[in-house]
């Protein structure tokens, strides 16, 4: 097999697809031109990310990444999402191939992406570790494919 | 549920098929012998070596002298291209001109490239939507120092069968080589070998229900390239190794089979690929890719905006419909595949790339289930992207 189990069990039943309709922070990555982009909602309340959906134009991996993603910050504080990196949606994920890790980096950037926003909406100063490398590109997004 | 598996993946490889299994068997234990042996048990093999040779000479409308067999498709490009680049180097020609096109599979692609870093020099031809080589082009491409033109016969991804003969009557009335890969072609459209005007022409068993690991490189008379693989001096010297007995007697019993039924048998396939063209295409923002006329009997292509091949693979995949896509995430690359590109496809779209190629195992009831279970998947992939707006039906990216 070309993914883990786990890998597949995410792809073949996403969690928590969809969009928030009220969410308090949204943020989209990636490029159409790579083939892969994902969108992330965010509903806080207080420091705690109460509920989070995601909609993901991808490959296996890049859905797979997106829910585990979603399903490892759900519950969680600002902080801890702030902290979640590429590897540990991976490791989460029992590993991605290597040349599918990209799809992991735009998974933690989804995320740093929804909470930006949600700083922004605040009117609160975005901290400098939610700031995205490429993020005045004119495409828009963030990726990791070079594209 | 997972049903019994569908296989609409014949373009990229195929059954053996009965017939060749049941004329290769006795080569296993039985007439095992080396052809190069002086008693008669080898003999016996060289000559039923030589009677596959000849099938599958007949099959072409070539010589048997004219067939060598490799060990597959792949060898055979590289054998026609590397070999003609050489022997234009042995006549004192080092650094020739090569004319082939932006849709050619890797074993000639590869190889062209391979090529160029060693001081030869190619034009890679555009391709129109539809997939077609302009012949008109490849005549406005030639140059005083060209030393090959090599034009696949039939494209692997999405089925466009090129004007091989038109191409091959410009490259003799300019006494140029002419190679077609024809790899997708053998055993599905008629081939000749003399009606096309070719000088060299690749095949792969594994493509027409023969078995994997054995090809031919078709080279006419008088052309001698010289070898790829040096050696022992089998097939004239031209082509070392111990000769795949048991290979070449599938791959010709193979052959002879996909020859005899194939008028039959394509239009059987090309009913049956002309729903699923008919059918998808009817789907919102998707499309045939390649010509709707010069296509093989078996391939139906396609791109869906919206949706991601790979996804849309998996999850065929696990409702037992095995297809395949010219996506990126498909594959270890990160660009999605050249032929799409090259008929004119944005890097976005081509990203939803699917090829259902049918065979002979394909059925009515296998068209009807992937008429059902394709615009599902294709249909849960959009709710589920941020670049489909579901109100509208369409997407939200201007490409």
């Given at each position: 097999?070309?993914?883990?189990?786990?890998?597949?069990?995410?792809?073949?039943?996403?969690?928590?697809?969809?969009?928030?309709?009220?969410?308090?922070?949204?943020?989209?990555?990636?490029?159409?031109?790579?083939?892969?982009?994902?969108?992330?909602?965010?509903?806080?309340?207080?420091?705690?990310?109460?509920?989070?959906?995601?909609?993901?134009?991808?490959?296996?991996?890049?859905?797979?990444?997106?829910?585990?993603?979603?399903?490892?910050?759900?519950?969680?504080?600002?902080?801890?999402?702030?902290?979640?990196?590429?590897?540990?949606?991976?490791?989460?994920?029992?590993?991605?191939?290597?040349?599918?890790?990209?799809?992991?980096?735009?998974?933690?950037?989804?995320?740093?992406?929804?909470?930006?926003?949600?700083?922004?909406?605040?009117?609160?100063?975005?901290?400098?570790?939610?700031?995205?490398?490429?993020?005045?590109?004119?495409?828009?997004?963030?990726?990791?494919?070079?594209? | 549920?997972?049903?019994?598996?569908?296989?609409?993946?014949?373009?990229?490889?195929?059954?053996?098929?009965?017939?060749?299994?049941?004329?290769?068997?006795?080569?296993?234990?039985?007439?095992?012998?080396?052809?190069?042996?002086?008693?008669?048990?080898?003999?016996?093999?060289k000559s039923d070596l030589e009677e596959?040779?000849g099938a599958v000479a007949r099959c072409?409308?070539?010589?048997?002298?004219?067939?060598?067999?490799?060990?597959?498709?792949?060898?055979?490009?590289?054998?026609?291209?590397?070999?003609?680049?050489?022997?234009?180097?042995?006549?004192?020609?080092?650094?020739g001109h090569i004319i082939t096109t932006?849709?050619?599979?890797?074993?000639?692609?590869?190889?062209?490239?391979?090529?160029?870093?060693?001081?030869?020099?190619?034009?890679?031809?555009?391709?129109?939507?539809?997939?077609?080589?302009?012949?008109?082009?490849?005549?406005?491409?030639?140059?005083?120092?060209?030393?090959?033109?090599?034009?696949?016969?039939?494209?692997?991804?999405?089925?466009?069968?090129?004007?091989?003969?038109?191409?091959?009557?410009?490259?003799?009335?300019?006494?140029?080589?002419?190679?077609?890969?024809?790899?997708?072609?053998?055993?599905?459209?008629?081939?000749?070998?003399?009606?096309?005007?070719?000088?060299?022409?690749?095949?792969?068993?594994?493509?027409?229900?023969?078995?994997?690991?054995?090809?031919?490189?078709?080279?006419?008379?008088?052309?001698?390239?010289?070898?790829?693989?040096?050696?022992?001096?089998?097939?004239?010297?031209?082509?070392?190794?111990?000769?795949?007995?048991?290979?070449?007697?599938?791959?010709?019993?193979?052959?002879?089979?996909?020859?005899?039924?194939?008028?039959?048998?394509?239009?059987?396939?090309?009913?049956?690929?002309?729903?699923?063209?008919?059918?998808?295409?009817?789907?919102?923002?998707?499309?045939?890719?390649?010509?709707?006329?010069?296509?093989?009997?078996?391939?139906?292509?396609?791109?869906?905006?919206?949706?991601?091949?790979?996804?849309?693979?998996?999850?065929?995949?696990?409702?037992?419909?095995?297809?395949?896509?010219?996506?990126?995430?498909?594959?270890?690359?990160?660009?999605?595949?050249?032929?799409?590109?090259?008929?004119?496809?944005?890097?976005?779209?081509?990203?939803?790339?699917?090829?259902?190629?049918?065979?002979?195992?394909?059925?009515?009831?296998?068209?009807?289930?992937?008429?059902?279970?394709?615009?599902?998947?294709?249909?849960?992939?959009?709710?589920?992207?941020?670049?489909?707006?579901?109100?509208?039906?369409?997407?939200?990216?201007?490409?």
């Amino acid at each position: 097999m070309l993914y883990s189990e786990k890998v597949m069990d995410h792809f073949e039943h996403p969690r928590n697809v969809g969009e928030l309709a009220d969410a308090d922070g949204v943020g989209q990555v990636g490029n159409p031109k790579c083939g892969d982009i994902m969108k992330m909602y965010l509903k806080i309340d207080g420091d705690v990310i109460t509920d989070v959906k995601f909609k993901t134009f991808g490959c296996g991996s890049a859905i797979a990444t997106s829910s585990m993603a979603t399903e490892l910050i759900k519950g969680r504080t600002i902080g801890e999402a702030m902290g979640l990196t590429n590897a540990a949606v991976a490791e989460a994920l029992d590993g991605l191939p290597g040349y599918k890790m990209h799809c992991s980096v735009l998974a933690e950037e989804a995320i740093k992406a929804a909470l930006a926003d949600y700083y922004k909406r605040q009117g609160k100063p975005v901290p400098d570790s939610l700031k995205l490398p490429c993020e005045d590109e004119e495409h828009g997004g963030c990726c990791a494919c070079g594209h | 549920m997972k049903h019994t598996m569908i296989y609409a993946d014949h373009a990229s490889t195929t059954a053996l098929s009965p017939a060749a299994l049941e004329a290769m068997l006795p080569y296993f234990t039985q007439g095992y012998g080396n052809p190069s042996s002086l008693y008669a048990f080898g003999q016996q093999a060289k000559s039923d070596l030589e009677e596959a040779r000849g099938a599958v000479a007949r099959c072409l409308n070539a010589k048997p002298e004219e067939i060598y067999f490799t060990s597959g498709g792949t060898e055979a490009d590289n054998w026609a291209l590397r070999g003609v680049a050489e022997l234009a180097a042995l006549r004192g020609r080092e650094g020739g001109h090569i004319i082939t096109t932006a849709i050619e599979h890797h074993a000639v692609l590869h190889t062209a490239q391979y090529l160029e870093k060693r001081g030869y020099q190619v034009t890679y031809l555009p391709v129109d939507g539809e997939g077609l080589v302009d012949p008109a082009a490849v005549e406005a491409a030639i140059r005083p120092d060209t030393i090959l033109i090599s034009v696949m016969a039939a494209n692997n991804e999405i089925g466009t069968i090129q004007p091989i003969a038109r191409i091959g009557a410009i490259a003799k009335a300019h006494k140029i080589l002419f190679h077609t890969d024809a790899v997708q072609a053998v055993g599905h459209i008629p081939v000749d070998v003399e009606a096309w005007n070719v000088d060299l022409l690749s095949l792969s068993g594994h493509k027409f229900g023969g078995p994997k690991g054995v090809g031919v490189l078709y080279m006419k008379k008088p052309l001698r390239l010289p070898p790829l693989i040096h050696g022992g001096g089998q097939e004239k010297g031209r082509r070392s190794g111990t000769e795949n007995v048991p290979g070449a007697v599938g791959l010709s019993a193979a052959l002879t089979q996909a020859v005899d039924n194939l008028p039959a048998e394509s239009a059987r396939l090309v009913a049956l690929r002309d729903q699923l063209l008919d059918g998808l295409s009817r789907l919102p923002y998707t499309r045939v890719t390649g010509s709707r006329t010069d296509r093989l009997p078996g391939t139906a292509s396609f791109v869906f905006e919206g949706v991601e091949g790979e996804a849309l693979l998996l999850h065929l995949d696990a409702r037992g419909i095995c297809a395949s896509s010219g996506s990126a995430c498909s594959s270890a690359s990160l660009d999605p595949s050249h032929v799409l590109l090259a008929i004119g496809l944005p890097h976005a779209i081509a990203h939803g790339s699917l090829r259902l190629s049918l065979g002979p195992d394909n059925t009515q009831a296998d068209v009807d289930a992937m008429l059902k279970e394709i615009p599902a998947v294709v249909h849960y992939l959009r709710e589920m992207s941020p670049v489909w707006d579901r109100e509208a039906q369409k997407p939200t990216w201007i490409v």
